[in-house]
Every structure is written in C-alpha cells, then in structure tokens.
C-alpha cells in the first residue's frame, strides 16, 4: 500500500464549527494570542489560560467530525495513511483514523507544568489547584508559542517516507509545522485543498480551492484512480 502523509490545520475542523485562527471572527480574533497562548500568559494569569482551553474543550465535546475527516478515514482501506495534524481537537480520531499525530498537543489531555512527559486524559473542566500525580499543577496539554513542537521529529520522519502528500485547511503561517512541506522528495505529489490557498506554486502541486469536504470528495476519487 502506498503511504498517504495528510498535513491538516484548522480549516479541515472549520465545517465541524470549530473556529479557525485567522480567518475573519477567527478564534485569535476575540482573544490576544499572548495572553491565552503563550508560556508567559500562563504565568501572569494562569485562570485566564485555563478558562480559554476550559471553553474550546466543553465546546468539542458538542461538535463532531465531518465528511472530510470521515473521508480521510476511509482511505485507510486504500493506503497507509498517516495524519499529521496541527489541531488539538480529537475529531480525525472519532472519524476513525487510526494513525494521528498532534504536533500541537490535544485538548482532551492536560499534563504536569513540570514534566511534559506526565500527560493524563481530561474531559472536564481544569482549574487552579486540579495537580498532576506528580503533585505540580496541570497545565493543557498543547504547544504554546515559544515552546518546542516534540512531534516534530516523529512528523518529519513520516513525512519523508510519503508517497503522496495531502495539505488540507492550514495557512502554512505558522512554523515548524509550515516547513515539513520541505521534507518530502522532489517527485511526491502534493495535493493542497483550502478555499484560500495561501503555498506558491511548485511543481507535483494540485491546488483545490475547495472547503476541505467538497475537495476531499473530488480527491479520493482522484487518489483511487491514480495511486491504487
Ligand atoms: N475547508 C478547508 N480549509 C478551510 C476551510 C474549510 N471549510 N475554512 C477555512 N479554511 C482554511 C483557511 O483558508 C486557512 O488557510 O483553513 C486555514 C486555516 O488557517 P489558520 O486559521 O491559520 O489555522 P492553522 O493553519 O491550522 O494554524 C496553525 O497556528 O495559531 C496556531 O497552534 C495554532 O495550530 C494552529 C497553527
């Protein structure tokens, strides 16, 4: 089976009802990134943060995958597939894709401000004073800015052994994610699916200006026809 790599960010979620980031009335929007994403916003008031990641989880669990996510799914009848995600909701998994990487953390685990490594499921809400087993404060399990992405080296190693590259609903702004586009070889067909393509052209590119359902419908075919 040929090895399908998908990329996705936010706009493969956005047909769930999950906001986006930077999109008009994106989630950023109502929200200054430095204080509700960031090590040092944590730190200055760390409620806030808590209550920010409080509200996306409660509003998860009321949403659910959509035809993209489910279609993504089913191509594992057909391909290796391996998801390389940028979101931290959890709806590839509860669409059925057995093969999930967050490179930017999952909201549904939370772990120890003191060991990365000390990570729990978590479904409710997370307050000042709920500690680790470790006896240190729990903190979201999610990649602030100015913190170290620890997928990224897993997330380059699949992306280098694709034989088809998917990018579906990420404005490739924000890095390291953004550079694992370069770790593909010259000859591996990339397919980059978003209404508002925002990558330059480059030879083996397919754009489909599309939401992420209408164009993962138009391109499973396309896959099936040309890759099986
Ligand atoms: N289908 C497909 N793509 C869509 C849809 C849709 N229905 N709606 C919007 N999009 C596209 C937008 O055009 C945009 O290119 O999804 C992309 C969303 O881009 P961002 O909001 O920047 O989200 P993302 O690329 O995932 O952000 C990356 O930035 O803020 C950090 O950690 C956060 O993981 C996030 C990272």
Redesign the pocket.
């Known amino acids: 089976m040929k090895k399908l790599v998908v990329l996705t960010?936010?706009?493969?979620s956005?047909?769930s009802g999950v906001k986006?980031?930077?999109?008009d009335n994106?989630l950023?929007e109502g929200h200054d990134?430095i204080e509700v994403?960031t090590p040092e916003g944590f730190a200055s008031n760390p409620q806030l943060v808590l209550d920010f990641y409080n509200q996306r989880r409660r509003q998860l669990k009321n949403v659910k995958p959509n035809l993209?996510h489910q279609l993504l799914a089913d191509l594992e009848k057909h391909f290796k597939v391996e998801i390389v995600t940028?979101?931290?909701d959890d709806l590839h998994e509860r669409a059925g894709s057995s093969n999930v990487t967050h490179l930017?953390g999952e909201l549904m685990k939370v772990r120890s401000i003191a060991n990365e490594n000390l990570v729990i499921d978590w479904d409710k809400e997370l307050n000042l004073g709920d500690l680790a087993p470790d006896g240190n404060q729990l903190r979201p399990f999610v990649?602030w800015f100015g913190e170290a992405v620890p997928m990224m080296e897993k997330a380059m190693q699949i992306v280098s052994q694709a034989d088809i590259l998917l990018i579906?609903?990420?404005?490739?702004?924000?890095y390291p994610?953004a550079g694992l586009i370069d770790f593909i070889s010259q000859e591996t067909p990339i397919y980059f699916?978003?209404?508002?393509?925002?990558i330059s052209k480059q030879n083996n590119l397919t754009i489909l200006e599309k939401?992420?359902?209408t164009?993962m419908q138009e391109l499973q075919k396309h896959l099936i026809n040309t890759y099986l």
């Open positions: 960010g936010a706009g493969v956005a047909e986006t980031f930077r999109d994106g950023w990134v994403a993209a940028q979101n931290v930017h990649v579906i609903g990420t404005s490739m702004q924000v994610a699916i978003d209404p508002n393509p925002s939401n992420a359902s164009g």
